[in-house]
């Protein structure tokens, strides 16, 4: 276990400072060089769920599958998040956002938990850009169900007009619409990959803001001590 705690420390270095590409790429050598060990270490199991959120992250489904199936049954079955990541990534796989989201709403570790509210920012910025490319106009409720929020989050994640119903319709004339931007016609794919590249970033404050909220509350723990 001491032998295996520089990596771990430097692992969770390339966490903390935001490096997610290279704690992955640490993730992928460091399962390289236990699989030559029998029983997996303590800290194996930690790597490999981070190993896995990561994949999940960066939308890399068919490594994060793979992953799950060459995992050791200990491993699978230490602390029980890998497998509950798994599920996020085999609802991802189905195209189940639905799923996906109620996976993922849960109480997670400090290990992964920021990497997991990084991919639901992610997940809810990739379904903004396809509202806004589908529809011109879409109930209130049909985008909360999408994006797994209640109405005031609703609108505030979307930042589109929102056009309330009459108050004398008598009930029948339905609920808020919302009515998305278009896309512009000129240079789309280009702003769709710029749009794409924001939401990176949003997910990475995401992440970045899960890591300072721990820090301060460590922190305040500690002096408290």
Known sequence: MAARAPSEARLQSLLDSGQLKGALKMCEDLELESSVVAVPTEGA???????????????????????????????????????????????????????????????????????????????????????????????????????????????????????????????GGGGAMVRPSPLPRDGAAARALGADVEADLAALAKYMTFLEEKRAIGGAAHASA
């Open 45 to 171: 199991a930690k790597c490999r769920k981070v190993q896995m959120a990561l994949y999940l992250l960066h939308g890399d489904l068919c490594n994060a599958r793979h992953l799950w199936r060459r995992l050791h049954p200990t491993l699978k079955a230490a602390d029980g998040e890998t497998a509950l990541l798994w599920e996020v990534g085999k609802a991802f796989w189905r195209r189940d956002t639905a799923a996906a989201y109620a996976a993922m709403n849960r109480q997670w570790s400090a290990d992964v938990g920021g990497l997991v509210a990084a991919l639901a920012e992610k997940t809810r910025g990739a379904q903004l850009r396809q509202i806004g490319r589908a529809y011109r106009a879409v109930p209130l409720a049909r985008v909360c169900a999408m994006l797994s929020v209640d109405e005031a989050a609703a609108r505030q994640s979307c930042g589109w007009p929102v056009e309330e119903p009459p108050q004398d319709n008598g009930g």
